[in-house]
């Protein structure tokens, strides 16, 4: 099956600090990527679309400086928390899209759990 | 109001027992949806997905869509302590590999 993996699992930071999540489709090519975050007993939001060579479409409300994202290639989406919060702590998940036996299918990393102190 | 509407529970149920567990929404143009299932700290994986009403049966696993009354339902039968996870409906404009819009999920915990 389609894996999605994510790096890293689990980061602790510093107010203040930047912090990168990388999201890799390990079996096949993503034009397109999804940048998730999930606040606890809470559902998955999405806040951004990232396609691989153009800039990423935010949801309303996310703050495209404070969440950079970079598509670089057609396995790999980067996303960059500046100047992280304790607020900005969440758990991130990434989904590549891919397209199986005719229809468009999106699958999803195991996520990444940020604790900004 | 939310778009789409799910009962975060908890479920407790005894393993064998059959669960239901079910969203509304309130948006007629959504054309697919899915169900995933959740384990703690992990990312979502799909379960089923369907863009008719009517029913879709998988195993132990069966979708009910209800377009009319914007209600759909999963049902999984012969319930085990390895199905104890929170479930997600979610719901989407073209497809599956489209911008998803998730209910809030539903934590299920099956007794042994």
């Known amino acids: 099956g389609a894996v999605v993996s994510q790096h890293p699992s689990r980061v602790i930071c510093k107010s203040g600090t930047s912090v990168k999540i990388e999201c890799r489709s390990l079996?096949?090519?993503?034009?397109?990527m999804f940048w998730y975050r999930q606040f606890p007993k809470q559902s998955l939001m999405l806040m951004a679309t990232?396609?691989?060579?153009?800039?990423?479409?935010?949801e309303q409300g996310v703050e495209k400086d404070k969440f950079l994202i970079n598509h670089a290639s057609l396995t790999l989406s980067t996303l960059t928390v500046t100047s992280a919060h304790p607020e900005d702590s969440s758990f991130y998940i990434c989904?590549?899209?891919?397209?199986?036996?005719?229809?468009?299918?999106?699958?999803f990393g195991p996520g990444t759990r940020l604790l900004v102190l | 109001q939310k778009e789409v509407e799910q009962d975060p529970g908890p479920l407790s149920v005894p393993e064998g027992a059959i669960v239901s567990l079910n969203c509304t929404y309130s948006?007629?143009?959504?054309?697919?949806f899915m169900w995933y299932r959740q384990y703690s700290r992990k990312g979502p994986e799909l379960l089923m997905y369907?863009?008719?009403?009517g029913n879709k049966e998988d195993g132990r696993f069966t979708a009910q869509v209800d377009k009319s009354s914007k209600y759909i339902s999963l049902f999984i039968r012969d319930s085990q302590p390895s199905d104890s996870a929170t479930y997600l409906c979610?719901?989407?404009?073209?497809?599956?590999?489209?911008?998803?819009?998730f209910g809030q999920g539903t934590e299920l915990s099956v007794k042994p």
């Open positions: 989904s590549a899209r891919t397209t199986r036996q005719g229809q468009e299918t999106q699958y």
């Open positions: 079996d096949f090519q993503a034009t397109t």
């Open positions: 990232s396609n691989e060579g153009s800039k990423a479409t935010y």
């Open positions: 948006n007629s143009a959504f054309q697919y």
């Open positions: 369907t863009y008719s009403s």
């Open positions: 979610a719901m989407s404009f073209y497809n599956q590999g489209g911008k998803l819009i």
